[in-house]
């Protein structure tokens, strides 16, 4: 053995005492961790020549222990981004949503919500773009908010953007019986055992590593993007054709039952409110495509990143959403039997989707089912997705102390796992789906997160009006700054922000027409938690005015890469100029 073994395990015990007096406040008058006198002649374990050769030393444990700095680690690659921001739109709310999109609205209203619904996309992620290119590593919801709008704001939007994905869980989770229920028409696998089963696995998956998760996120969206793609060309070529029933349909079913549904009247107004009602559906099918934002200090190079991975998801989110809805629309009408007794029945599974039927209506046998286990693969991704989203929204929250401090307490490769686990328990209210029908509960809570989503994609351009005019109002060039600059604004920012306020307080008309409670209360609930959320922290703090635009923080934070790089260039300098 080491004779100096008992040295460096006495320096060890020592230090932790040390440690836990200070954190224990103990000396109360000190404010960094004290040190101790070691004196090794004095130890009982030591030999004697040892003794004489060590010299007695102060022993701080600050320097002598490692301790969790309690931060998230760049473990995720580009290409991960790259296809979590594209594979959170290409979800359950696309595969399964749309059927009853189909139903209500009709082919051209259906494409036409989702269409509207992609252009405030599209403007959402500019804004965000553009923030995240301003502040770089630091560049998450949370700091967005709290930084141009105020920490009110920042509050409520923490807790209802996390609380909306946590509510999102369980409805993938249920899905994801309803999709088994598809094969599985007796019930031989209890639905208690699925949901014990898919919240253990993307547990798993989100508490190893962030490099993990990625990896898995990046295979399973590859798999969907193989669905929607394999999909598209078999309509193209089943339309024209080329099926075992050697029937084409062509525009068959945008002229019979027509381009639109009446909904709730037979008035030409009807069609109207079909599209609107559609909005919901769309904007569950289209959220999670912001996740990029939430990766700014797990991967490299994030200021220099942002913008062209959202850029580049712009384009493939409304190629692949709109491209194949409307590929869908040429294969099954609004008033196909299976379409309308699926979605009267509440089935919620892959009977419900338009995907699936279009193959059936197609006289394949084989292809219902490999359509259907795709859809059970991206409800799992989006599952995962679910607890990514919200335990770094509430890590970030952390900062301006929004959340419990437990919640940032990360592993050794930078996973935030208490968060993550907490997150992961939303999980087991799919139980609900035990005493209660599935397809009401999907609808229940995909009204809930939708809403919630919509109030976060306004703070997000909210919050870039406000940075927007805050260099205005500073005296500040915006095309002098050294980050990439969004098109159309504030003009953008001001339309998206505009349709989703209106949407959010209009999208629960249905409970009006009859009136029915229950509907009533799953349209608003959401709209009512965020403004108690955001006048009680005002009542709270006693602080009820915005940041002024001339208080507005615009200082421009550099990265670590940045930092690194300007070191290595200040030292080069001087190597040269001396």
């Known amino acids: 053995m080491d004779v100096y073994f008992w040295s460096r395990l006495e320096l060890k015990l020592l230090s932790n005492l040390v440690h836990i007096s200070a954190r224990l406040g103990y000396p109360k008058d000190r404010q960094q961790p004290p040190k101790i006198r070691y004196r090794p002649k004095n130890s009982p374990f030591l030999m004697p020549e040892v003794k004489e050769k060590l010299p007695e030393v102060d022993v ?13 680690k760049k473990h995720l690659k580009p290409r991960h981004v790259n296809f979590l921001a594209l594979g959170g739109s290409l979800g359950v709310g696309l595969l399964i949503g749309s059927g009853g999109s189909l139903a209500i609205a009709g082919p ?9 619904m992609g252009l405030i996309t599209m403007c959402t992620l500019f804004s965000l773009a553009e923030m995240c290119s301003f502040l770089g590593s630091e560049g998450n919801f949370v700091e967005m908010v709290s930084r141009f709008v105020d920490k009110s704001a920042g509050f409520a939007y923490t807790w209802c953007y996390a609380l909306g994905y946590n509510l999102t869980l369980p409805s993938e989770i249920s899905s994801i019986c309803l999709l088994i229920g598809y094969w599985d028409t007796e019930k031989k696998l209890p639905d208690y055992a699925i949901v014990l089963i898919f919240t253990f696995f993307v547990l798993m998956v989100n508490i190893v590593d962030v490099g993990a998760y990625g990896e898995v996120e990046f295979w399973i969206t590859m798999v969907k993007i193989l669905l929607i793609v394999g999909s598209m060309i078999f309509c193209l070529v089943a339309t024209c054709g080329g099926n075992p029933l050697h029937k084409t349909t062509g525009f068959q079913y945008w002229r019979d039952p027509g381009p639109f549904v009446h909904y709730l009247t037979d008035k030409p107004i009807g069609k109207f409110l079909g599209v609107w009602r559609v909005f919901i559906n769309a904007g569950f099918g289209f959220q999670g495509t912001e996740v990029v934002a939430l990766t700014n200090s797990e991967v490299p190079n994030f200021r220099k990143l942002a913008p062209s991975l959202m850029k580049s998801v712009i384009v493939r989110i409304i190629t692949f959403n709109v491209g194949s809805l409307f590929m869908v629309t040429l294969m099954v009408a609004s008033n196909d039997d299976k379409l309308l007794s699926a979605v009267n029945a509440g089935a919620g599974n892959g009977a419900e989707s338009p995907f699936v039927i279009a193959v059936e209506n197609a006289g394949v046998k084989v292809l219902p089912s490999i359509v259907n286990g795709g859809i059970l ?12 989203i919200p335990s770094r929204t509430y890590f970030f929250g952390q900062k301006y102390g929004y959340c419990p401090k437990f919640l940032t307490i990360t592993n050794r490769n930078g996973v935030p796992y208490y968060s993550v686990i907490c997150n992961a328990a939303f999980g087991l209210l799919a139980l609900l789906t035990l005493n209660n029908t599935a397809e009401q509960v999907f609808n229940w809570l995909m009204n809930l997160t939708t809403v919630f989503g919509f109030i976060g994609w306004t703070l997000i351009n909210y919050a870039f009006l406000r940075y927007y ?20 604004q504030p003009y953008s920012a001001i339309f998206a ?9 209009t999208q629960g008309f249905t409970a009006f027409i009859p009136w029915d409670t229950q509907n009533f209360f799953a349209a608003y609930i959401s709209l009512v938690i965020f403004v108690v959320f955001w006048i009680g922290y005002k009542c709270c703090t006693r602080n009820f005015k915005q940041i002024p635009l001339e208080d507005i923080d615009l200082s421009y934070p ?21």
């Open 558 to 578: 550099m990265d670590e890469e940045e930092l690194e790089y300007h070191s290595k260039a200040a030292k080069y300098m001087d190597k040269v100029f001396g």
């Open 469 to 488: 005019y805050a260099l205005k109002k500073q005296g500040l060039e915006r095309d002098e700054l050294p980050i990439y600059k969004s098109p159309l």
């Open 60 to 72: 701080d444990a600050a320097s002598v222990l490692s301790f969790p700095d309690h931060k998230l």
């Open 108 to 116: 051209v209203g259906m494409l036409l919500s989702y269409m509207i």
């Open 497 to 505: 922000a505009s349709i989703l306020v209106l949407i959010t307080f």
């Open 377 to 388: 693969i991206a409800a799992m991704s989006a599952a995962n997705t679910q607890i990514y």
